[in-house]
């Protein structure tokens, strides 16, 4: 499993990131305080405080690939 930060400061941003995720078959998680939801779940993204940081579990070993495309979204 591999962790990182990212934000999502906008709708576009969202749905971008949906997109992403939506493609590959391993889980992703997010979670913002005490709340995770489905990456792949656009309704439950939106659940989240999108003011914040936010922390992407990847529950797989081989996401190399998927990590570089959220590269725009990564927060240092």
Same mark, same amino acid.
């Given at each position: 499993?591999?962790?990182?930060?990212?934000?999502?400061?906008?709708?576009? +941003?969202? $749905? *971008?990131?949906?997109? %992403?995720? =939506?493609?590959?078959?391993?889980?992703?998680?997010?979670?913002?305080?005490?709340?995770?939801? +489905?990456? $792949? *779940?656009?309704?439950? %993204?939106? =659940?989240?405080?999108?003011?914040?940081?936010?922390?992407?579990?990847?529950?797989?070993?081989?996401?190399?690939?998927?990590?570089?495309?959220?590269?725009?979204?990564?927060?240092?």
């Amino acid at each position: 499993m591999k962790t990182l930060t990212i934000a999502l400061a906008s709708i576009n +941003d969202v $749905k *971008s990131f949906v997109n %992403i995720v =939506s493609k590959y078959d391993f889980d992703v998680d997010l979670s913002s305080g005490r709340y995770v939801v +489905d990456a $792949k *779940s656009i309704m439950g %993204i939106f =659940s989240l405080d999108l003011t914040k940081p936010i922390k992407v579990e990847v529950h797989s070993d081989n996401a190399d690939a998927f990590i570089g495309e959220l590269k725009p979204f990564v927060q240092a």
